[in-house]
């Protein structure tokens, strides 16, 4: 099957045309993704386990589930955020004292914030749904 024959826009109408992670508006002749919410490698071949997805959303899940994804995306947007870091101090040593202090808490807030995050996604029942089947049987 294609993501532009009649059963990939079944799949597309699933969630309206939005990312079924991000949520993000999807262009039906444009880029987007069949993605196996159980990944092929694992077993995910049957067609119920398809849902639209954006290239980010598609590349950064990989071959994890569902629920390994959402554990994931506080602790990859964590390491990023760490990425930017010397990046971030270089700015602030052209800031003003005040200006980089604000810019440090923000950041730190933002830290602080990505572990108690709980990732919802955009269509989470789906999502759980399908992972269920996978977990559960029919
Ligand atoms: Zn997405």
């Given amino acids: 099957?294609?993501?532009?024959?009649?059963?990939?826009?079944?799949?597309?109408?699933?969630?309206?045309?939005?990312?079924?992670?991000?949520?993000?508006?999807?262009?039906?002749?444009?880029?987007?993704?069949?993605?196996?919410?159980?990944?092929r490698s694992r077993e995910g071949k049957w067609k119920g386990n398809l849902v639209p997805a954006c290239t980010?959303?598609?590349?950064?899940?990989?071959?994890?589930?569902?629920?390994e994804f959402r554990r994931w995306i506080p602790c990859g947007l964590r390491k990023q955020i760490e990425h930017m870091l010397p990046a971030v101090e270089s700015l602030c040593e052209l800031l003003s004292a005040?200006?980089?202090?604000?810019?440090?808490?923000?950041?730190?807030?933002?830290?602080?914030?990505m572990e108690?995050?709980?990732?919802?996604?955009?269509?989470d029942d789906l999502l759980r749904e399908i992972e269920d089947k996978f977990f559960h049987g029919g």
């Fill in 56 to 67: 980010r959303c598609n590349f950064r899940k990989g071959v994890l589930l569902p629920s």
């Fill in 1 to 39: 099957m294609g993501k532009h024959d009649e059963e990939g826009q079944a799949v597309f109408a699933l969630t309206d045309g939005h990312c079924a992670y991000c949520g993000a508006s999807l262009a039906f002749w444009g880029e987007w993704h069949l993605e196996h919410v159980v990944p």
């Fill in 116 to 123: 108690n995050t709980t990732v919802t996604f955009y269509s």
């Fill in 98 to 113: 005040t200006d980089a202090e604000a810019v440090l808490t923000h950041l730190e807030d933002a830290l602080c914030r």
